[in-house]
């Protein structure tokens, strides 16, 4: 079919809204100050389209104050991409798109346009987007006052999708303790420009606070805080601002040492709530972080936590100014969405009366999974479950009553871009799309947490942009999976069909690509159902030489959100030398292209050894820890520790190709041995 043109079909919106922007000094001193109108339409126009793809121009028009570096952001409904775009630069292509200025065009003056354009791709309707946004700010026509909330839950699911800078200004120690760098303007511009709306602050306090009983906070330390915070809100990130590991260090001795602990809680938020009280009500506060209490668990933590949280409430409304209906927001004990906890805090809340106030939860997974434990090593129908009950808990106690719900931690335990797969890669991409997914089916706001392992704070670049590009599609819409993101073939072998189960998550399977080229279905694989047989010919041409590892990585393509990515692995099964060693082992390993699914441990009696006594199958990072460029699986001294001294422990790895290898570790007094089967 020749390219259809399609001519004068247009859309044209506008912004209009005034943000407040931070009047900075050179100093750590930051306030916020006036009022900068910024507004702008946009005229959107398709100038051509063809079967699959077509051809738009983007005209924004500056209404409000002059602009000197700009970004518009805008999200289609039917998965249309942007394949090449000129006049601007595209840091997004799918889900929500983003188009960047040029060097040469970052100024717009009042009044004044810039254009751009794009070549795109689509499937379906290909309908126009439903708004668009310049530096953040919805573009509707008309530049009115800074933005305003009727109550609670309509300033939380403005604050959707967040972002955590973690393990920074909550860091024991100083700012940059714990390996991250300062923070900058330009990190949180480069947060707001990936999408995120707002940030949670997470800030420790204890070690700038003075003695009672003024409990005097470090005014270079408030300083430094209210610098962050003006940079976040001048760059149209809504800010939650908190007390964070205070709640380890010594809010749980609430129990122990009431008056004391209290008297310097209610201090440090009546300083803190006195210092932003006149700022604007993008700035919230969150009351602390996990909130735990020695000795007192239950009941018994369900009334310290309301104690707490009531002076919190108490404090920072008494300051006055914006702070009398500033958004404050309520954690669980522990940030636990067990049943008894979300009735605990509802009661807190309704005795409130208060439609400012919301709540927030913290959810890394269901445990075993998320740190690989007790064999839970795929997204199954178990951690699915506990996924969903979590939140519909929060959903139906808290949501359906007019409580918002911040999931003000998110991710999966442990995982970091230095160290090897603690849970298999495909199946943590299952998990984190499934989450938002649920997230958005249940009205809770998310907020990722970010210790520097997402976002490359030295380069404002993102360590792994597939899974960002996953994050930033989830916002709007599903992706498709299949049932595995591996298959497997063994050196020698013959190889055959293979099989995957296809997850369509409500979409429609659109067929498998590799690199730009299109499989052919019927030919290089078949659909029956949601069977998807891949052909033998077709993976020996893509194995090629058959060296170990990847040799070719297929996408399974679907009508919305981000293509599924299948690597196509060769392999023998691994093999383990002898090693010997004091408090651990190195075990010297030839790993032949395969990867360690999870490691089961026992005694000859068949009883189970390690740290986990309840389960055989150890912890990842704990009882085991392969390097796979390195070629060794190491056996910590967590494990070692843990073993009986003078009896020999099976350890059975468990590799994803489905073969397993046995291996001896037997610790005597202060050596310990390990011996290949």
């Not at 606070?209 to 330390?221: F, N």
């Not at 918002?404 to 160290?419: D, K, L």
């Amino acid at each position: 079919m020749s390219p259809t043109p399609v001519r004068g079909r247009r859309l044209r919106l506008g912004v209009i809204a005034a943000i407040a922007v931070t009047t900075m000094t050179s100093g750590l001193v930051g306030a916020v100050g006036a009022q900068a109108a910024q507004g702008c339409e946009v005229e959107y126009e398709v100038t051509g389209q063809w079967p699959g793809g077509f051809k738009a121009d983007v005209e924004v028009t500056n209404l409000g104050d002059p602009v000197d570096g700009w970004n518009v952001e805008w999200s289609w409904s039917d998965g249309q991409s942007v394949s090449n775009m000129w006049n601007a630069k595209v840091t997004n292509a799918s889900g929500t798109v983003r188009a960047e200025n040029q060097s040469y065009n970052a100024k717009i003056d009042t009044g004044g346009s810039v254009l751009f354009g794009f070549i795109g791709s689509w499937s379906g309707a290909n309908a126009d987007p439903g708004e668009f946004r310049l530096n953040g700010r919805l573009c509707d026509g008309s530049i009115g006052e800074p933005v305003e909330w009727d109550n609670a839950t309509e300033q939380v699911a403005a604050m959707e999708p967040g972002w955590n800078i973690g393990n920074t200004l909550d860091a024991l120690g100083g700012e940059t303790n714990w390996g991250n760098p300062l923070i900058t303007e330009e990190l949180l511009q480069t947060v707001r420009a990936s999408g995120y709306k707002s940030i949670r602050l997470p800030v420790t306090w204890d070690e700038f606070t003075g003695p009672a009983p003024d409990y005097t906070i470090d005014p270079a330390r408030m300083d430094r805080v209210a610098q962050v915070v003006d940079w976040a809100l001048a760059n149209d990130l809504q800010v939650m601002l908190n007390l964070h590991h205070d709640s380890w260090m010594w809010l749980d001795e609430l129990p122990n040492d009431h008056d004391n602990v209290m008297a310097k809680f209610e201090a440090m938020w009546t300083q803190i709530a006195n210092r932003f009280k006149d700022y604007p009500a993008e700035l919230s506060f969150e009351s602390n972080n996990e909130p735990q209490f020695v000795g007192a668990e239950g009941a018994a933590g369900d009334a310290y936590n309301e104690e707490l949280n009531l002076a919190f409430y108490d404090v920072v409304r008494g300051t006055g100014g914006g702070n009398a209906d500033r958004l404050l927001i309520l954690p669980t004990l522990n940030t636990n969405a067990a049943q008894e906890r979300l009735d605990s805090l509802k009661a807190t809340i309704d005795g409130l009366d208060d439609d400012m106030v919301g709540a927030t939860i913290h959810y890394y997974g269901f445990w075993p999974f998320t740190v690989n434990i007790a064999g839970f090593t795929t997204y199954d129908q178990q951690v699915a479950d506990d996924l969903v009950g979590y939140f519909q808990r929060a959903n139906d106690t808290l949501v359906d009553n007019g409580i918002p719900v911040i999931v003000g931690e998110w991710a999966v335990f442990n995982y970091s871009h230095w160290s090897p797969e603690r849970i298999e890669y495909g199946e943590m991409l299952k998990f984190f799309e499934a989450l938002q997914f649920e997230a958005r089916d249940k009205q809770l706001t998310t907020m990722l947490w970010d210790a520097g392992q997402f976002l490359n704070r030295e380069t404002l670049e993102w360590r792994d942009a597939y899974i960002a590009e996953r994050f930033a599609s989830s916002w709007s819409t599903r992706s498709g999976t299949t049932s595995f993101d591996r298959i497997y073939l063994e050196k020698a072998g013959t190889v055959t069909d293979e099989s995957l189960t296809l997850n369509r998550n409500g979409l429609d399977f659109k067929g498998l690509w590799h690199g730009d080229k299109k499989l052919v279905q019927g030919t290089d694989y078949t659909v029956s159902g949601d069977t998807l047989t891949i052909k033998a010919a077709t993976l020996t041409r893509l194995a090629g030489d058959r060296a170990y590892g990847v040799n070719a990585t297929i996408e399974a393509r679907f009508s919305k959100g981000v293509p599924w990515r299948i690597n196509v692995i060769t392999y023998d099964t691994p093999v383990l030398s002898d090693a010997t060693g004091t408090t651990s082992l190195a075990i010297p390993t030839r790993f032949n292209g395969d990867y360690i699914a999870t490691m089961e441990a026992r005694y000859a009696d068949g009883t189970n050894a390690g740290p986990a006594s309840w389960t055989p199958y150890q912890e990842s990072g704990v009882s085991w820890l392969p390097d796979y460029e390195g070629g060794t699986i190491a056996v910590p001294d967590q494990f070692v520790s843990a073993i009986r001294d003078g009896e020999p422990v099976t350890i059975t790895y468990h590799f994803w190709d489905g073969s397993t290898v046995n291996y001896t570790v037997t610790k005597s007094g202060t050596t310990v041995t390990g011996t290949a089967s």
